[in-house]
């Protein structure tokens, strides 16, 4: 697999997801192998989904070497955001983590883009 491949499957997510009612999309291909991908992704219902993932393939393994999935509603508060930026080592899975919309930080494994369009589905009717 080659970077420009893992982007293909970016775009056809976000393409394919049902809540999009608009994104613009921003790569950085450094190599054959690693890329940059910056997302500002505009839901049905005004919210906002902000994507940046640095991704290194190695054979058909992906690493995402830096990711955030920030979540906003249309005012522009917070949801939810994962990350794994190194700033909080005393959690299990440091440094994956999720910020809440209350301000708690709670332990995270790291998810996929799929998983937080899932959970954003899942939640989209309450937001």
Do not use: C
């Not at 049902?18 to 919210?47: C, H, P, Q, V, W």
């Amino acid at each position: 697999m080659y970077i420009s491949d893992y982007f293909l499957k970016v775009y056809k997510l976000i393409n394919d997801f049902t809540l999009t009612a608009n994104y613009n999309i921003e790569t950085d291909i450094r190599s054959s192998k690693i890329g940059f991908i910056k997302i500002a992704l505009f839901l049905r219902n005004e919210s906002v989904l902000y994507i940046r993932e640095f991704i290194s393939i190695y054979g058909n393994e992906i690493d995402r070497l830096m990711y955030v999935y920030q979540y906003l509603d249309k005012s522009g508060n917070l949801i939810f955001r994962y990350d794994n930026t190194e700033h909080f080592p005393q959690l299990n899975n440091y440094p994956h983590h999720k910020h809440l919309n209350n301000g708690n930080v709670i332990e995270s494994n790291a998810p996929l883009l799929e998983d937080v369009l899932f959970e954003i589905e899942m939640n989209f009717e309450t937001i």
